[in-house]
């Protein structure tokens, strides 16, 4: 690609709405079917941990992907690779709209996971193709801002097709969410990749268990990783802890997690004006304080008010909060030494993150049955427990 194409692609208005469109597929396949969740297990004869599953099996898919997309994608290029991979996610969002079964939509999820994981993936690596690394950054939180419609609006886009069709429209709709960001990418997005890379498994392996060797990515990759786990906690949970235990309407569901997307993008701001005042171990550590507050206030609202909705998904917000407090400046702190392989990297620590969301949201969803405290003790243990952990290597980081 050209540096004359390179400026046209920067200078496109459209471009930036298109990789926001490419990477609001994970929200959107995370977010927009959870309202869904209760009539999913009456239809296909699922319990509550298995519905659980099906978020942990998007997750597994997600997160063993995200090791290979990068390197594959500096092999084969961007465009190539995107084509490919919203390919599969419209095919087995269809084969998730078909399923009878609870096992064939799991396997189902967990391919829709794959394919998924390269919208946000390489909206990243394409920003700091075209904008290079001093401008990746402000072109990558507009992207983020755009992006931060989407779980704000998936929740409620579920809840509108549940008025008027059955759930598996919730999946063909994703499927034509797929196959729209296929043709705009295929028509509109020229190859940003600047040199092929020949694929060598034993380099990216190699530079895997040179990150997994040094305790500050370590550490902090797994302090963040527990706390934002919380969050895949109670998004599977919600529905039965809001509509079968509480007695809300499906409809309303849709409303707390725009409250909790609320409270994220409420962090997001204040964590981006708090940088400039404050060390990123501050604000992660200040961030990690509220997520163990916040996660207390909402075993305290349940046990004064078991049948009040605001008791439990007020404090909720503040949690959200939190996590837009801690991410951003959590992944800071871990790839500061590592700038010379700051995508792979960023690869792991998106892996060590969805897996533990994946493991923490299958083993709780065992517990849900007539109570919402498995799905409280279960966010107190991995806030608490993420808090120690970035306290112990927080204090060991310079100023």
């Known amino acids: ?20 469109f490419s990477a609001a597929v994970a929200p959107l396949s995370v977010d927009m079917y959870l309202p869904a969740m209760t009539i999913m297990g009456d239809s296909l004869n ?12 998007y997750l597994i898919g997600y997160a063993g992907f995200h090791l290979f997309s990068g390197p594959l994608a500096d092999s084969y290029g961007r465009k190539t690779l995107l084509l490919t991979g919203f390919t599969l996610y419209v095919l087995a969002s269809l084969g ?70 059955d759930w598996p429209f ?20 020229n190859e940003t990749m600047p040199i092929k890379h020949a694929f060598r498994p034993r380099a990216i392996f190699a530079n895997y268990a040179q990150l997994l060797r ?9 302090g963040a990783s527990l706390n934002y786990a ?39 701001a204040i964590s981006a004006r708090a940088s400039y005042r404050f060390n990123s171990k501050h604000i992660v550590l200040a961030g990690a304080c509220l997520s163990v507050m916040a996660t207390i206030g909402m075993s305290v609202g349940y046990w004064l008010a078991p049948m009040t909705v605001t008791a439990v998904a007020g404090p909720m917000v503040l949690y959200s909060t939190s996590l837009g407090l801690v991410q951003p400046h959590a992944m800071a702190l871990a790839l500061k030494p590592f700038g010379h392989i700051a995508g792979t990297g960023s690869s792991l620590l998106g892996f060590i993150q969805m897996s533990a969301s994946a493991v923490a949201s299958a083993f709780i969803g065992q517990f849900l049955i007539d109570s919402a405290w498995p799905m409280l003790i279960g966010m107190f243990g991995l806030t608490l ?15």
């Not at 540096?3 to 200078?11: D, L, W």
């Not at 078909?98 to 909206?123: H, K, N, W, Y």
């Not at 919600?238 to 993008?265: D, E, H």
Request: glycine share 8%.
């Open 1 to 20: 690609m050209t540096t004359s194409t390179f400026k046209a692609e920067a200078q496109a208005w459209w471009f930036l709405p298109l990789l926001a």
């Open 46 to 57: 699922a319990s509550v941990a298995q519905m659980h599953l099906s978020l942990s099996a």
């Open 96 to 165: 998730c709209a078909q399923s009878e079964t609870i096992e064939s939509f799991i396997g189902f999820r967990v391919l829709q996971g794959i394919g998924g994981c390269v919208g946000p993936t390489l909206a990243r690596t394409i920003a700091r193709d075209v904008y290079g690394p001093a401008g990746a950054a402000r072109a990558i939180s507009l992207v983020a801002m755009m992006m931060a419609v989407a779980p704000a609006i998936a929740p409620l886009a579920g809840g509108f097709v549940l008025l008027v069709w």
């Open 170 to 189: 919730i999946f063909y709709s994703l499927a034509v969410y797929g196959f729209i960001n296929c043709l705009l990418i295929f028509y509109f997005l």
């Open 214 to 222: 040094h305790p500050q990515f370590l550490w902090i990759a797994g």
């Open 230 to 268: 919380a969050l895949m906690i109670f998004l599977p949970s919600a529905p039965f802890v809001f509509i079968t235990l509480m007695g809300l309407k499906t409809q309303y569901l849709a409303f707390v997690f725009v409250a909790t997307v609320s409270g994220y993008i409420t962090g997001s």
């Open 385 to 399: 427990l993420a808090l120690l952990t970035l306290i112990r290597v927080c204090l060991k980081i310079a100023a």
